[in-house]
């Protein structure tokens, strides 16, 4: 029994010395503070956000349209008995576009031929009944009633003549309705009618466009109109969506509506096209100059895209880099880039990083070189 307590506090006496090792190990005296990391320098050329002054500008929108578009109808009301063209075709000046059964038109012919016919009959009695009294006259055998009578019926006549001539030269025109030809050179851009179909006076048959030149009518909103003062032959930078490859181009102004729309309240400007082959239609933009802004600028080559951000290295007034995330605008030349958010201007700004150096790393200006810095 003396023996088993004896081997007890031998263990406890063992263990509290591992007890006190451990403390004097981790409590006794003072902590070690790390030491510090070595600085890291980074060289890159540098460059100042600037402020600068640009046009203050507005985007407007349009469609293509021909010189010249018309919609080709005809004054006859007769069934339509062949169409020679299809929506694509191009056409010279007087082709056969499509023809109309003439009868109709024939038939009103005839009868203002009829009718001239009978009034020339009539003139011819009335001129020799006013010289027979003409004659009685001179020998006192008829009064001055009965001449001037015989002088009216005459008048008459010769204008029923006339008449009659007008209304043969009307159904001759109506009648050459029958055959529709192309008033200009130009394409067919759509066929409304089916052989079969009834023509009438004022329907749309055909319509064509003139090849070659192009215009871009333009939409502009009253107030716009009023800060931009345009006037004919101004230029405005345009471009069209569908022809990137065009580039933007300038256009001088060639008309322009003198009121406003009082539905949309919104002006027609239209530009001539300085290219051809663009289809009518087809949408355009144009970019009007109101005034002047001012913007923050940087070089694009600031600009690290990192983490679906844009961020900017500055350097701060002790030479340190610190990283900034930044709104960007729109492209401007030199290579440079809006800055909406972010950035002040007067910032110098690191160049041609390819990832945000460490915090607190030494920023070093380099000649600009085409490397990045490291």
Known sequence: MKARKEQ???????LLGVVLVVVGACGGGESASPEPSASVTVKAALARAERIEVAKEIEL???????????????????????RVQAGDRVRKGQLLLEID????????????????????????AERNYERF????????????????????????????????????????????????????GRVVRKMVEVGDLAAPGRPLLILESDGNRRLALSVPESVMARAELAIGDELAIRIDSRPDLGTVAAPVIEMSPAADPVSHSFEVKVALPFEGIPSGASGRASVETGRRTIVAIPEAAVIHQGGLSLVVVRDADGRAASRVVTLGEALASDRIEVLSGLTGGETLALGLGAVPPPEASLENVEPTGERGS
């Open 8 to 14: 007890t506090n031998a263990r406890r006496i063992a």
């Open 61 to 83: 929108f349009g469609a293509v349209e021909a010189e010249k578009t018309t919609a080709v109808s005809t004054r006859v009301m007769a069934m339509i008995t062949a169409v």
């Open 102 to 125: 003439p009868q109709t038109a024939r038939g009103q012919l005839s009868q203002a031929a009829g009718a001239l016919a009978q009034a020339r009959a009539a003139l011819a009695l």
């Open 134 to 185: 003409q004659a009685l006259a001179s020998a006192e055998a008829a009064s001055e009633l009965e001449l001037d009578m015989a002088r009216m019926q005459y008048e008459q006549a010769r204008g029923a003549v006339e008449q009659a001539e007008g209304a043969v030269a009307a159904a001759s025109s109506v009648a050459a309705d029958s055959r529709v030809v192309a008033p200009f050179p």
